[in-house]
């Protein structure tokens, strides 16, 4: 069964804007804590941002800080990562991840139970 569906990547120039969005089903509808990831070429994976369910919480990787904002609508388990001023080195793919368990917003990979099959970003220099 299909648990997370990332959608919105693509090509955009530096100082563009892009919108991801990541629909949640199954058990991953349930998550305390959802997540984005990326991968660049060569690159282990890395953390970007999560969100707590309330919304009354977010952690931002400080590469994005500042650019990049996670929101989440419940109503339709869909999570978003509005990504401003991109820049060359935010090229990769992006994830997103559920955490089902209770506990502060995480930023490890192991930390995190479903993941969706990536969207890639690239952003031209």
């Known amino acids: 069964q299909v648990q997370l569906v990332e959608s919105g990547g693509g090509l955009v120039q530096a100082g563009g804007s892009l919108r991801l969005s990541c629909a949640a089903s199954?058990?991953?509808?349930?998550?305390?804590?959802m997540g984005w990831f990326r991968q660049a070429p060569g690159k282990e994976r890395e953390f970007v941002a999560a969100?707590?369910?309330?919304?009354?919480?977010?952690y931002y990787a400080d590469s994005v800080k500042g650019r990049f904002t996670i929101s989440r609508d419940n109503a339709k388990n869909t999570v978003y990562l509005q990504m401003n001023s991109l820049k060359a080195e935010d090229t990769a793919v992006y994830y997103c991840a559920a955490d089902l368990h209770w506990g502060p917003l995480r930023h490890r990979t192991d930390e995190y139970d479903y993941w969706g099959q990536g969207t890639q970003v690239t952003v031209s220099s």
């Open positions: 199954g058990r991953a509808s349930n998550a305390l804590t």
């Open positions: 969100m707590a369910r309330s919304g009354s919480s977010t």
